[in-house]
């Protein structure tokens, strides 16, 4: 097995030693890992806790730090992006945005979602023209929210990427919590687009038999893993993508928000400033507990499990976000989907599915259909295709807001996005 070269673009992000710590447990030839951030102060300081890392686990870790992203593209195997343009801050004005418009929001809801993918944007397109130059071969693995539509946005730039997301693990674990079973012995039919996935069928081993009613049995409403009314988890009887919430129960989030002192943004900041202190300490060479507050915590495990399966081609499958062509009968081709997948030859194909369930199916097209309007958007630049997508939306309740929604958002995002036609 040759050496293999992985850049990472947002180096500096607090899930870097979760990344680090799981690629030194796997058998993998790392020849060079290259932490590329924006923030050198925090990259540094990321390249120093990996190097302790690797000295306490007893491993050689050549470890390379840039603020240019061409350092991170130029000849790699993998390149992982796991950044966040305009930062926590940005992030913050979106949620303040949300509610000033009295729309219920999450980090890929709403304004913060259609935030964090045109502050992209310019970022995604230098790193595709690198990658297409310098590292035409390399596969990139996408962590950045919202992961489904920002991968959509680099295949349509012509580059080869996949997007991940710990959804799926959070749910298998709490699944095999209520079987009395491991993770790894469970299959699941999940299916949707990213953050917006349902669970029909699940297996374990060998065993045909579904065993969903199970782990739905007993099931409390608004318990966790498990957000919803009574309702909606007796008359779907699916597994059900906590952020879906924010769609089945917007009005109940949305007073939750109002209710609030400070915002989930605020939080994360917060959270952010204590795990840095602690990265800054020469003694610390493990991951702190601390980090598993943080929602992210887990993506670093879906793209080490699949960066293991394409280098080895062994047959795992993993629930990823890929382009679906004819995956999920009635969505377009392009739309990427995230859907249970394997690695094969250095590629990753998704696996069969059942189609989308009739109750679910339409929310599921309507949003396929926002996210194709903001890639258009962001290719041509389009302030009408943004507020189509705000019109079709169905959080968007009132089409006259667009407009001010958007004078909003660029007027604070001035230094991160220009204006579109």
């Known amino acids: 097995m040759k050496d293999i070269k992985i850049g990472v673009i947002g180096g500096g992000s607090v899930f870097t030693p979760e990344l680090v710590d799981l690629l030194l447990e796997r058998p993998l030839a790392i020849g060079s890992l290259v932490l590329m951030d924006i923030n050198r102060e925090r990259v540094e300081m990321m390249a120093a806790l990996a190097r302790r890392q690797a000295l306490r686990k007893g491993k050689t870790l050549q470890v390379e730090t840039s603020d240019d992203y061409r350092a991170a593209v130029d000849g790699s195997d993998f390149i992982l992006i796991q950044l966040r343009a305009g930062g926590q801050k940005m992030r913050i004005e979106d949620e303040a945005i949300a509610l000033r418009h009295q729309l219920p929001f999450v980090e890929t809801v709403t304004v913060p979602g259609l935030g964090a993918f045109l502050r992209s944007v310019p970022i995604y ?23 489904g539509v920002m991968t959509q946005y680099l295949r349509a730039l012509d580059v080869k990427a996949v997007g991940v997301c710990n959804s799926s693990i959070f749910f ?20 949707g687009l990213n953050h917006l996935t349902f669970v029909s069928e699940m297996t374990t081993g060998t065993s045909p038999t579904n065993r969903l009613s199970e782990v739905l049995s007993g099931v409390e ?13 007796h008359d779907l009887g699916l597994g059900i993508n906590g952020y879906l919430q924010y769609y089945f129960h917007a009005r109940r989030r949305l007073s939750e928000l109002q209710a609030r002192t400070e915002s989930r ?6 959270l952010e400033r204590e795990l840095l202190a602690l990265y800054a300490r020469e003694e610390t060479d ?3 507990e601390l980090l598993r507050h943080r929602g992210g915590f887990g993506y670093s495990k879906v793209v080490v499990n699949l960066m293991q399966s394409l280098i080895t081609n062994d047959h795992q499958v993993h629930y990823v976000n890929v382009p679906n062509g004819h995956t999920l009968s009635g969505l377009p081709a392009d ?10 030859n250095g590629d990753v194909r998704a696996l069969e599915v059942s189609p989308l369930p009739e109750p679910v199916f339409p929310l ?6 926002v996210y194709g309007y903001w890639v258009r958007a962001a290719l041509h630049r389009s302030l009408r295709d943004l507020r189509v997508s705000m019109l079709v939306h169905p959080l968007f309740v009132d089409a006259e807001d667009s407009d001010a929604i958007l004078a909003e958002f660029f007027e604070a995002n001035r230094p991160y996005v220009d204006p579109y036609r």
């Open 265 to 270: 943004g605020q939080q994360v900041l917060a």
């Open 364 to 369: 599921v097209l309507t949003m396929a259909t």
């Open 221 to 233: 409403p608004w318990s966790p893993g498990f957000p919803f009314s009574q309702n909606v988890l």
């Open 172 to 191: 298998l674990q709490t699944a095999a919590d209520k079987l009395g079973v491991t993770p790894e012995t469970l299959a699941m039919d999940w299916r």
């Open 335 to 344: 739309t990427v989907v995230e859907v249970p997948a394997v690695a094969i």
């Open 286 to 288: 493990t991951v702190p």
């Open 125 to 147: 397109e230098t790193i595709a023209d690198l990658v297409r130059r310098w590292a035409p071969t390399a596969q990139i693995m996408n962590f950045a929210n919202p992961a």
